[in-house]
């Protein structure tokens, strides 16, 4: 599983630890991704999606139909 979210899009950030001497190494910031189940009722079925814990608050507020399709307007396949 890619740590990207199907809806956002979000995908991990690399920047740099920096340490009181001001060292720095490499390091990288990944976002929260989640799988999670939704029944799409238009289909009559189940879809799995990876999503970030904010597009599934964006879900909750606009519809798992209206994501889907944002999904696949995307060119992703769900």
Known sequence: ???RCQLTGVQPVFG???SHSHRRTR???NPNIQQRRYWLPSEGRYV???VS???IKTIDKIGVEAA???????????
């Open 48 to 50: 799995r999606l990876t």
């Open 16 to 18: 740099n630890n920096v």
């Open 68 to 78: 889907v399709a944002r999904i696949r307007a995307r060119g992703e396949k769900v």
């Open 53 to 55: 814990a904010r597009a």
């Open 1 to 3: 599983m890619s740590a």
């Open 27 to 29: 390091r990288r910031w």
